[in-house]
């Protein structure tokens, strides 16, 4: 019988640091841990995501620099991505499903 137990929480990766010193994101810093990445704070990768800056930007009313500077919870983009494509799917609006099923993919 085992007298140890362990229990890891969602945080547990926050203990390791990739090449550039940065840890693993969370759901409530994604944005402000990935845009501090050269990467994904470069212009060639924020045009491949725009979809998504501008979804944010529309419902959120946050700009790329605000998503760099303050938590946002990573969450709450997919909830309501998702809200409003079962509203698409059940409206049959087509085009707007696909828009959204595009932005939740990037």
């Given at each position: 019988m085992v007298d140890t137990?362990?229990?890891l929480g969602?945080?547990?990766?926050?203990c390791v640091e990739a090449w550039e010193g940065?840890?693993?994101p969370l759901a409530t810093n994604f944005f402000k841990a990935a845009l501090q990445s050269e990467k994904f704070s470069g212009e060639h990768y924020s045009q491949k995501i725009a979809p998504v800056y501008?979804?944010?930007h529309r419902y959120y009313k946050k700009t790329k620099n605000q998503l760099q500077a303050e938590p946002f919870d990573l969450e709450e983009i997919f909830?309501?991505?998702e809200q409003q494509q079962r509203d698409a799917q059940r409206k049959n609006k087509q085009v707007r499903l696909?828009?959204?099923a595009r932005t939740e993919f990037l």
């Open positions: 137990v362990y229990v969602a945080g547990v990766n926050q940065l840890r693993p501008e979804f944010i909830t309501l991505l696909a828009e959204l």
